[in-house]
Every structure is written in C-alpha cells, then in structure tokens.
C-alpha cells in the first residue's frame, strides 16, 4: 500500500495550496497520518500529522497558524490546507501513515510506512 500525494503548484509568497493524501488501498491507519516535506540538500522534516482515530493533530512550530490537517473519511483523503505560504516552505511534500500511536506521536519519518510519491511546492517571493 501507498499513499498518494497531490496538489502541489507553483504560488507567490502569501499564497495557499491545497494538499491531498489518498490511500491506493486499504483505508488509513487509525493511529495517524502525517505529511513530511524535504527540500534539495536537506533531511526529510515533519510538518504535520493527524490521528484518525483520536482527532489529535500535530504541528511543526513554523508552519503552526499557517497549515491546517483534517481528514474526510467519506473520501478516504487527508488535506494540508498550507496559507500564507513562505519561500522556505518551498520543498517535495510527502504523506505516510503512522504504524502505532507512539510512532504517530514520534513525528519521525522513521516511524511513519506507506511512503510514496511526493508533491512539488514551489513558492516564489
């Protein structure tokens, strides 16, 4: 299984971008998906994540008041609503699901499965 990442485009600074995270088979993980990003020359980061079964979310601090995680479970999508976007947000963006709570909690790439494909966000100032 592998989720499916989309959405992604180029914005000036001060713009919004719509992400979407869809699963190619089974429905998520209850315990969380989070969505990652990695720029060129740089470790792959957490961003956010949402616990499907508990409703938690998580944040990295600098895009906290700017992105927003939520779930459709009708649609079997998880969305990063990114606004007010900035030129160092500008990376591949990627969604993976969490095993367990405790890896969900991690934010660690290490602990999150599924990886597939990424989304470019382009962000020019």
């Known amino acids: 299984v592998q989720l499916q990442a989309s959405g992604g485009g180029s914005v000036q600074a001060g713009g919004s971008l719509k992400l979407s995270c869809t699963s190619s088979g089974r429905t998520f993980s209850k315990y969380g998906v989070g969505w990652f990003r990695q720029a060129p020359g740089k470790e792959r980061e957490f961003v956010a994540a949402?616990?499907?079964?508990?409703?938690?979310?998580l944040y990295r601090d600098s895009v906290k008041g700017r992105f927003t995680i939520y779930s459709d479970n009708a649609r079997k999508t998880v969305y990063l609503q990114m606004n007010s976007l900035k030129p160092e947000d500008m990376a591949a963006y990627y969604c993976?699901?969490?095993?367990?709570?405790?890896?969900?909690?991690?934010?660690?790439?290490?602990?999150?499965?599924?990886w597939g494909q990424g989304t470019q966000v382009t962000v020019s100032s």
């Open positions: 993976a699901s969490a095993g367990t709570y405790y890896n969900f909690m991690t934010r660690s790439a290490g602990q999150y499965d599924d």
């Open positions: 949402v616990s499907l079964g508990t409703g938690v979310t």
